[in-house]
């Protein structure tokens, strides 16, 4: 299967320790894109790029986010200092390009105790 | 700001009923799509719209978008329950391709 992949699955952490996430896209695809989604609502947009360059954060994206892609291939998105509230289903998804179809990872869902 | 809105937000039936769930906003979209989110999963695309008045049918699944390009509509015929789970629609921007989701519609379909 080469469909979107992330890891891990699951990540259970106490508050304030830093949790990293790791999304491989569809090869090939040069869009990247991370989400946020809590529980009974929709996917929130997080940041995305194109290749290695970053062309978009999200005002949820506060200062304890980064995201990096620094091959245009797999992506991190790290969460320093967790607090309660970062507890959620994040999501990426790739694409060929902008105006593609963007296919969904499983997504890794964070609890933060 | 973009506001979307999606009803009813939840809603459960018993199999072999019809369903319609709404996707509202007081912008004119470009165009629009609908994704089905599965528990544990991540969001699968449906069906993209992008002509105002434009009906499109995937098996038992018709999505029609509003003349005005401000709304859509989802009717699903005979409902089972391999069609639970949360029904999401966002706008498509060909710019960013950046997903702006509404809430969505969780649909429980008992048997």
């Known amino acids: 299967d080469t469909g979107v992949s992330q890891n891990p699955r699951h990540k259970i952490t106490k508050r304030g320790q830093n949790v990293t996430f790791r999304c491989d896209p569809i090869?090939?695809?040069?869009?990247l894109y991370w989400y946020r989604q809590t529980l009974g609502q929709g996917p929130e947009f997080l940041t995305y790029?194109?290749?290695?360059?970053?062309?978009?954060k999200s005002r949820l994206l506060s200062d304890r986010f980064s995201a990096e892609r620094p091959k245009g291939s797999f992506s991190t998105l790290e969460i320093q200092r967790t607090e309660q509230g970062d507890s959620a289903m994040y999501l990426c998804?790739?694409?060929?390009?902008?105006?593609?179809?963007?296919?969904f990872g499983p997504g890794t869902r964070l609890l933060v105790l | 700001t973009q506001l979307l809105e999606q009803s009813p937000q939840f809603l459960s039936i018993q199999e072999g009923e019809n369903l319609t769930v709404y996707c509202n906003s007081s912008?004119?979209?470009?165009?629009l799509q609908w994704y089905r989110q599965e528990p544990g999963e991540g969001p699968v695309l449906l069906v993209t719209?992008?002509?105002?008045?434009e009906v499109k049918k995937l098996k038992r699944l018709t999505f029609q978008f509003g003349d005005a390009r401000k709304d859509s509509s989802l009717h699903i015929t005979a409902a089972q329950p391999g069609d639970t789970g949360l029904y999401l629609c966002a706008p498509f921007s060909g710019n960013t391709g950046k997903l702006i989701f509404g809430q969505g519609t969780t649909l429980q379909v008992k048997p």
């Open positions: 912008s004119v979209f470009s165009s």
């Open positions: 090869s090939e695809h040069n869009r």
């Open positions: 790029f194109q290749n290695e360059a970053q062309l978009e």
């Open positions: 998804a790739s694409s060929l390009g902008g105006i593609e179809t963007q296919y």
């Open positions: 719209v992008v002509t105002g008045g």
